[in-house]
T-cell receptor, first 115, second 104 residues
Framework: DSGVTQTPKHLITATGQRVTLRCSPR?????VYWYQQSLDQGLQFLIH???????AKGNILERFSAQQFPDLHSELNLSSLELGDSALYFC??????????????FGPGTRLTVL | KDQVFQPSTVASSEGAVVEIFCNHS??????FFWYLHFPGCAPRLLVK?????QQGRYNMTYERFSSSLLILQVREADAAVYYC?????????FGKGTRLSVIA
């Protein structure tokens, strides 16, 4: 158990809908990262937050947004969902968010299925 | 562009030593991280560092721009995806993952 929690574990929804995925980082970690893993694809970096502020953006669609709250938990919002958004979404956390020894610890993921 | 490169697949026989190679073009990166990922589970850190290191059956080699993960005495249960990552002044940059298949 990495100490990173994600809810829900599974989510099934329809095209055009909007969903929110939640992540709680390890105690003491200030950085949260979101990744998407589609079928047979690697981890695709979406976005990084540090202490409430956006730090870096990866291949995140405009229909997706995220935020990190004062208690450091984070939410990833996915809207106008399409079939291709079906994937496993991972959250990771780390102490700082930069520096060559900062390890990311992953949550168990949320499996999103768009029908 | 900051990128990490690793083969998409590797195959090994049970009991053998398998090597997964990784190299990068990440600015100012000195440390490598190797993660293990079973489908449906959280990726888990196996080994990391800026020098050769070992954690149980996992050995990490180190060069300035490349690293290999060696898995000793490969078992069927080792079949999974292995990610290489490294970071310099930015958070980790991950490779696309190497799927290890184990032949009994």
């Amino acid at each position: 158990d990495s100490g990173v929690t994600q809810t829900p574990k599974h989510l099934i929804t329809a095209t055009g809908q909007r969903v929110t995925l939640r992540c709680s980082p390890r105690s003491g970690d200030l950085s949260v990262y979101w990744y998407q893993q589609s079928l047979d694809q690697g981890l695709q970096f979406l976005i990084h937050y540090y202490n409430g502020e956006e730090r870096a953006k990866g291949n995140i669609l405009e229909r997706f947004s995220a935020q990190q709250f004062p208690d450091l938990h984070s939410e990833l919002n996915l809207s106008s969902l399409e079939l291709g958004d079906s994937a496993l979404y991972f959250c990771a956390s780390s102490v700082v968010g930069q520096g060559s020894t900062d390890t990311q610890y992953f949550g168990p993921g949320t499996r999103l299925t768009v029908l | 562009k900051d990128q990490v490169f690793q083969p998409s697949t590797v195959a090994s026989s049970e009991g053998a030593v398998v090597e997964i190679f990784c190299n990068h073009s990440v600015s100012n990166a000195y440390n490598f991280f190797w993660y293990l990922h079973f489908p449906g589970c959280a990726p888990r850190l196996l080994v990391k560092g800026s020098k050769p290191s070992q954690q149980g059956r996992y050995n990490m080699t180190y060069e300035r721009f490349s690293s290999s993960l060696l898995i000793l005495q490969v078992r069927e249960a080792d079949a999974a995806v292995y990610y290489c990552a490294c970071s310099g002044n930015t958070p980790l940059v991950f490779g696309k993952g190497t799927r290890l298949s184990v032949i009994a």
